[in-house]
């Protein structure tokens, strides 16, 4: 009975939470420049530099106005949903 409940916690909460994680991998990895993101603390920017080698990048938050921030900061890619 145990390892049925076990089984079924694993599916409905372990599994999702993982696939979750790798499509944050894969998308924090796949960041090119230009792309617009939101980090964890709510900045707005455009990737400036991305760096493969480094786990940093460099977000333009306004003009000549540069970050460096982790990359595991990025949470959000906004690219895609239309200015105001």
Do not use: C, H, W
Not at 22 to 27: D, N, P, R, S
Not at 36 to 65: C, H, M, S
């Amino acid at each position: 009975m145990m390892g049925l409940i076990f089984v079924v916690m694993y599916f409905f909460m372990i599994r999702p939470q993982q696939k979750k994680q790798k499509e944050l991998v894969k998308f924090r990895q796949s960041l090119q420049k230009g792309d617009k993101v939101i980090t964890a603390g709510g900045i707005y920017g455009r990737v400036a530099e991305v760096n493969d080698k480094d786990t940093f990048i460099f977000l333009e938050i306004d003009n000549n106005v540069k970050i460096r921030v982790d990359k595991s900061s990025i949470v959000k890619d906004i690219t895609d949903i239309p200015q105001k």
